[in-house]
């Protein structure tokens, strides 16, 4: 299968975000979007900005399914964006498709608050 909708926006190659690092993909109207890959090569995406005091979550340190931003260490879950407890808050989460080597962002969430 493969999408040819409009539905989703090609951002990169799978090989274009390092294992245990990000991407930054800008030109979103809603701000630039850090994609992180784990170690076991899921793909997550999320608003580059940490729900404390919006520090650069593409520059933090990636372990398991979670980052920790570099300013404070606020450890952000990448499935859902939330801060972990004790902290509270949550960074934007987009929606991914992975189809071959491929990673789309869903269109609608790249243009809607």
């Not at 450890?75 to 808050?89: F, M, R, S």
Request: proline share 5%; glycine share 8%.
């Amino acid at each position: 299968m493969t999408i040819a909708d409009k539905e989703w926006v090609l951002v990169c190659q799978q090989s274009d975000v390092p294992v245990l690092g990000s991407r930054i993909v800008s030109g979103a109207l809603v701000g630039p979007i850090a994609l992180f890959r784990t170690l076991d090569d899921q793909i997550f995406a999320v608003l580059d900005q940490c729900p404390h005091k919006g520090g650069p979550l593409s520059q933090g340190i990636v372990h398991g399914h979670t980052v920790t931003c570099p300013m404070h260490a606020w450890n952000i879950n990448l499935t859902d964006g939330c801060a972990i407890a004790p902290d509270q808050g949550c960074a934007r989460k987009f929606k991914v498709r992975c189809e071959d080597e491929n990673i789309y962002l869903a269109q609608a969430e790249l243009v809607a608050l």
